[in-house]
């Protein structure tokens, strides 16, 4: 084709085709180019939150559980075999349990409604033993942990699940900032209703959070490992940016020089969560041995103003350089 030359309906046709077509993650329709599919994703399912099918077997799905601010996943359980109909959101359970009292024992709350345009389900790339071992040469993992990693792997194997199963906002049109993972736990808890629980990565402070207990006692679980280990499989350039990984690990050090496993397990902290605390109570909450008489005897007046103690420092100063 010539410069300035107008290219011809079946010359964009052609071009089209060769970029092969694109599917509708909703409706299956499908499309010859990214900007029509993006269109009418936008004109068509814009305001849908996503739902994924995450294990076919046992009617698992996964969903937002507010439709504003971070799209925290929730699990939901909708096995029509088993007559299975959950959610592991507690307002949701109350709200199905009141209808089923009041004679209408078939309704479902939101989350379960999305259910009838769930995705279909797409197995994700399996975890390997060579991407778990190179972590532990490189010293990301100890070795305790690369047991406790495969003994759970080894579980959902058996189990005929997914050990980590990783949810991606930023495809659905929403916030890629936080990378979220279903992890098989085996057990069924108030943390884990459908065995099965959430950790999650903030892409920009490289931080883990997980939903389980061992996480709210600030214990570093070992679903957290297990999210680890598939992102330094599978994104190994995200994995990186995990600043709190070396912190986790410090437990495993002290646990191994110390040759004392059983103190960790009766104690309410590990130990370097009481370094870290200790050294927080130090630098700044340290209080004085001997207090001002002023500050405990004497009550000082409301000022009319509140200036920081920034300004303040500054006119004292400029007054001390003007006295000189």
């Not at 030359?5 to 509708?24: F, K």
């Not at 507010?66 to 075999?81: A, D, E, N, T």
């Not at 071992?133 to 942990?145: A, E, F, L, Q, Y």
């Not at 006692?217 to 297990?226: A, N």
Request: charged letters at 25%; a negative charge.
């Amino acid at each position: 084709m010539e410069d300035g030359e107008q290219p011809s309906l079946s010359t964009v046709a052609t071009e089209q085709v060769q970029q092969g077509t694109r599917v509708c993650r909703i409706c299956g329709i499908n499309f010859t180019t990214t900007s029509n599919l993006r269109r009418h994703e936008k004109e068509q399912h814009d305001g849908e939150e996503p739902m994924m099918c995450i294990d076919p077997k046992n009617g698992l799905y996964v969903t937002t559980k507010h439709s504003h601010g971070v799209r925290l996943p929730v699990h939901v359980q909708k096995c029509l075999p088993a007559q299975l109909y959950d959610c592991e959101v507690d307002e949701c359970r109350d709200f199905m349990s009141i209808a089923a009292q009041s004679g209408n024992p078939g309704k479902e709350c939101y989350h379960l409604e999305r259910t009838k345009r769930a995705h279909v389900y797409i197995p994700p790339p399996a975890l390997n033993t060579e991407s778990l071992n190179d972590m532990v040469k490189k010293g990301i993992m100890s070795t305790s942990r690369q047991e406790e990693c495969m003994a759970l792997y080894q579980r959902a194997n058996a189990d005929e699940a997914d050990s980590v199963f990783p949810v991606f906002w930023g495809e659905h049109s929403l916030s890629d900032r936080y990378i979220f993972f279903s992890v098989y736990t085996g057990e069924k808890d108030n943390w884990c209703k459908f065995g099965r629980t959430i950790s999650t990565f903030d892409t920009k402070s490289g931080k883990w959070h997980c939903q389980c207990i061992g996480s709210r006692h600030r214990i570093s679980c070992v679903h957290r490992y297990m999210s680890m280990w598939w992102l330094y499989q599978e994104h190994p350039h995200l994995a990186k940016n995990a600043v709190d990984t070396a912190n986790e690990d410090i437990e495993d050090i002290e646990e191994n020089f110390s040759g004392n496993q059983d103190m960790h397990n009766h104690q309410g902290y590990t130990n370097s969560s009481v370094i870290a605390m200790t050294n927080y109570l130090w630098t700044s909450k340290r209080i004085p041995e001997d207090l001002p008489l002023d500050l405990t005897k004497t009550e000082k007046p409301v000022p009319h103003n509140f200036e920081p103690t920034e300004v303040l420092q500054f006119m004292e100063r400029t007054a001390q350089c003007a006295e000189l």
